[in-house]
């Protein structure tokens, strides 16, 4: 990674590229929702099925679920959602500008008018997104967008094991949106109030916790490796007691230098069996796991490693930002591995107003695409420098060039990304 990378240079890219736009941007906006574009859709998509991939398909202690953003209001009430899902807000009172005290560079200056000594006493705000479900708002329709995705599968626990009874350790998986409306979003993707989740609830014997915890420890570290972070960039943090949620026995934030600094990539929890008994006590179902073969019961402890999609995204874009100079001239391009790049070929006749050369090129392109569907680019757009460049930029590992030669001996020309580096191959090779 390129250390001097600034945030504008991310930004930047990413929209002039198509991996992603301002929310509602014709209409001038909204605050901390983005919109995704081919090329970010594509890489989304990328690492969410590498994350399926390593922690579900990969194993056979694993089972995927996909709740409902719609939940009763009782399970954010045990949850202690309702009361406690909630952030220091204070006001300017001068621009009336609303932040989070815990946030803000100055406690005693507005970031927005710059005026000092003006805000009021902080008062709790709580994240939730509120709405009525069905035709009558009153108390009884409350519901809430969902602030996180574990939850629902907390709720989807007994019903896995009475379908499947699952020996112990075992875990539930789930890719989902989640909501939250924060005060004062900010930095790009990384804080926004509409973003997607990879959370793993793993249910444990209440004696054998610390074992499971270690094993996730080093299956994060296995998929930090699998995005192409470096791992001097990634840092453990063991969290305090005092600045731990208010369920977890044990916390470790695994951070990740972003160019706005040393902030949270994801976390680990060791949530006990708060969630679980919670739903027992309040729900009057019985949450308890009963042992095979024995007469042992236990309501389960729960190891939690929670990714978030946006934060990976942007820690891999970090990551793989580069600049060099070639031929005199500056060059970006990102080196995304192959498994995560939104595009894994581009194709190109060397000229376009060749017909027998575009002929050509189509078929290899045609022939790459059944191998690699929504992943090769069709690209004849400028001369051929052109759309290296281009396709440096957005990531791509290969450019497939379709020449003259090809027509005589069924080589092409292969390009790559890294090194500028050309080689003829025959097609049937790649």
């Known amino acids: 990674m390129n250390s001097d990378v600034k945030l504008e240079d991310i930004v930047s890219l990413a ?53 409902a953003i719609l939940m009763n209001q009782k399970v954010w009430q045990a949850s202690g959602h309702v009361d406690t899902f909630t952030d220091p807000l204070v006001e ?59 939850q629902g599968i907390f709720t989807n626990y007994k019903n896995v094991i009475d379908t499947f009874y699952p020996d112990l ?111 027992h006590d309040n729900s009057g179902k019985n949450m308890e796991y009963r042992v095979k073969g024995s007469d042992e019961t236990f309501i389960p402890h729960v190891i939690e490693p929670s990714f978030g999609v946006e934060r990976a995204l942007m820690a891999v874009l970090c990551s793989s930002y580069r600049e060099d100079e070639q031929n005199g001239e500056k060059r970006v391009y990102l080196a995304l591995s192959e498994h995560l790049a939104p595009v894994r070929y581009a194709v190109s006749p060397l000229l376009k107003n060749k017909p027998e050369l575009v002929e050509k090129a189509r078929e290899v392109y045609a022939s790459l695409s059944k191998k690699y569907p929504g992943r090769v680019m069709w690209d004849d757009n400028g001369n051929i420098g052109k759309r290296y460049r281009r396709q440096d930029e957005i990531g791509t590992p290969e450019c497939v060039v379709i020449d003259f030669d090809t027509l005589e001996d069924g080589t092409v020309t292969v390009r790559d990304r890294d090194t500028t580096k050309q080689n003829r191959k025959i097609i049937e090779e790649i």
Request: proline share 5%; hydrophobic share 35%; glycine share 8%.
């Open 92 to 150: 300017c009172s001068s621009c009336k500008g609303r932040f989070r005290a815990d946030k803000l560079d100055d406690p005693n200056k507005c970031p927005t008018c710059g005026e000092t000594d003006i805000f009021s006493e902080p008062k709790q705000f709580n994240m939730m997104f509120k709405t009525n479900v069905g035709p009558v708002a009153d108390e009884n329709s409350v519901s809430y967008l969902r602030p996180e995705t574990a």
């Open 169 to 279: 350790p075992f875990g539930l998986a789930q890719v989902g949106k989640a909501f939250r409306n924060e005060i004062s979003p900010r930095d790009f993707v990384f804080r926004s109030r509409e973003f997607e989740q990879m959370e793993i609830e793993f249910f444990v014997h209440p004696d054998r916790w610390q074992e499971s915890f270690d094993h996730w420890v080093t299956e994060c570290k296995r998929f930090f490796d699998a995005l192409g972070l470096d791992p001097s960039m990634v840092h453990e943090l063991e969290v305090p007691k005092d600045d731990r949620a208010h369920y977890s026995k044990r916390t470790i934030d695994f951070e990740f230098d972003y160019p706005i600094g040393r902030e949270e990539l994801m976390g680990l929890a060791y949530r006990t069996d708060f969630d679980l008994k919670n739903i």
């Open 15 to 67: 929209k002039r590229r198509g991996f992603i736009w301002q929310g509602s941007e014709v209409y001038g906006g909204l605050r901390g929702t983005w919109d995704y574009g081919p090329l970010g859709v594509q890489l989304k998509r990328n690492i969410m099925n590498l994350w399926w991939q390593m922690f579900v398909d990969a194993r056979d202690d694993m089972y995927g679920v996909d709740a």
